[in-house]
Structure formats: C-alpha cells, structure tokens
C-alpha cells in the first residue's frame, strides 16, 4: 500500500498487475500502460540510475527501441532496493524459434558489440577471483563427478581468459525474455533489462541465446559471424563454457538468497550444463 501510495503520488496510478521477475527485479504494469521495476534484493549489477545512463547511452548508437524511464531510484524509504518506471513499449518478448529471429537477434548484437559509447561504463569482464569464488559456494551443492566437472571447466575458462579476449559493450543479459519482437514474431523491435549492460566479453550475450534452443544459437551465431574473421564452430565452443559460468552465478546468488526458493532449480540447471560441457 506504501509504495502504491508513492507511485500514485507521481502520477503511474494503479491497479498494478505483476507480470513477473527475476533475480533482482519484480516487474509490474500499471493500469495507464506504465512499467514499475522494483528491486528486492540488493544489486550485483548497476544500479537503477546508472542502468538509465546505459540505457540512454545505447539508445543513441542501435536501432531498437530501448524504454526511457521517467525517473529511476535507488534506495527510498518505499523501495529500499530502488524502483524503475517508464512507458510500456509495443511488441511482446518472442516465444517460437525461427531463422529470421536469429538473423535479427545477430544483427542486433553486432550492433550493440561494435558500438563506442564514448563515456566510462561498467566493467564486466569476467574477474578470475569471481569464477574462482563461484565455484568454491558451488562445490556444497554438486555431486563428486559434478564437482571434477566443474574443476575442469575452471581451468578450461581460465586458459582461455589468460588470452586476453577482447571487450567490448555487451548487454549483459540478452536472452528472450528481455527482447520484444514484431507482431510476427521474426524481427526484435526492442530490448529491456540493462542491468548488467557495461563492458564485457561478447561471449556473456551469445550464451542466453540457447534458450530457444541449441538450434536457434547455432544459426545467431552463423549469422553473427557472416562477413567476419570469426569461426562459427569455434565461437561455439568459447560460447559453452560462458553457460556454465551464467549458471553458476544463478546458483550463487540463489544461495545467498534462500528465501528465493530457487537453489533446487538453480542446482539442476548447473548439473545440466556441466553435462553438455
């Protein structure tokens, strides 16, 4: 009732329905077409004020539509974790895997990879000491072959970062959920969800793309890489072991979360990707 007396006294009036959340979010609609972003757990990512900045900051170098917010905070008395609000943008997040989408999906992260914002942005190139602390919390939670699993994905992801990949902007989360597509489901027409948007391994934003599955990463990266020096098959491989770590940052935060009710699935979804790996 107090934040809904707070969002009201701002002009976003409700009823509100909730439309779903993550990690870090929960997100609802307001009766006037508004989205409210309210945070329920502290940030390992930007925070709201510095995730409008990103937002703003892309908006002007890709040709997809990005939400502008019409205020973003971080810490309040009602939103002790902050709370984002802007006007809902046409299309909805796509449900079917197609070729074209993963054409629109590759044409979308080259653009977003090879763009120079031109201002400090977060870093969010992978950080040894972090994989290194992933996989000690991990450990408690994996079986034996599980656990050598992981060790050997350890020291394949460190042999690969000791080649000092090259960074650039990345959206830092660019799975389906976050896109919102064409009526025909073909083309992305917008993107949400910059919380983790800053400078990266481009590697961070192919990973997701197996969630419409296998298939449909396997043509985004061919399309990704036409006309470019990069392999297919090898940018594949590089890609798999960026969903191991993906997973193990979802079983990290669900333990340090418990009230989440989320460690089961996050230990399934951990068990699954070490077993394609």
Not at 249 to 268: F, S, T
Request: aromatic share 6%; hydrophobic share 40%.
């Amino acid at each position: 009732m107090i934040q809904t007396a707070w969002l009201e006294s701002r002009g976003v009036l409700g009823p509100f329905q909730l439309l779903g959340g993550g990690f870090r979010t929960d997100v609802h609609e307001s009766s006037a077409g508004f989205i409210v972003r309210i945070g329920k757990s502290p940030t390992d990512g930007n925070t709201f004020t510095t995730e409008r900045e990103m937002m703003d900051a892309v908006r002007r170098c890709v040709d997809i539509e990005i939400p502008q917010p019409t205020f973003a905070e971080d810490s309040l008395p009602e939103f002790p974790h902050g709370v984002m609000v802007y006007a809902k943008l046409s299309g909805a997040p796509p449900v079917a895997p197609s070729r074209a989408l993963a054409r629109s999906a590759a044409s979308a992260l080259r653009c977003i990879h090879g763009t120079d914002i031109g201002m400090a942005m977060p870093e969010r190139v992978v950080d040894h000491d972090e994989v290194a602390a992933l996989v000690r919390a991990a450990r408690r939670c994996l079986t034996e072959s599980q656990r050598r699993a992981t060790d050997r994905w350890h020291a394949d992801l460190g042999s690969f970062l000791a080649g000092k990949p090259s960074p650039c902007l990345i959206h830092g989360d660019f799975w389906h959920a976050n896109w919102l597509a064409a009526e025909d489901g073909r083309t992305i027409t917008g993107l949400l969800d910059f919380e983790r948007c800053g400078i990266g391994l481009l590697h961070e934003d192919l990973a997701p793309l197996k969630y419409l599955s296998e298939t449909f990463r396997t043509d985004a990266l061919d399309a990704y890489c036409k006309e470019t020096p990069m392999n297919p098959a090898a940018l594949m491989e590089e890609v798999g072991m960026f969903d191991v770590l993906r997973e193990l940052r979802g079983l990290d935060w669900a333990l340090r979360n418990p009230d989440a009710d989320e460690l089961d699935d996050a230990v399934e979804k951990v068990a699954e990707v070490l077993a394609m790996n």
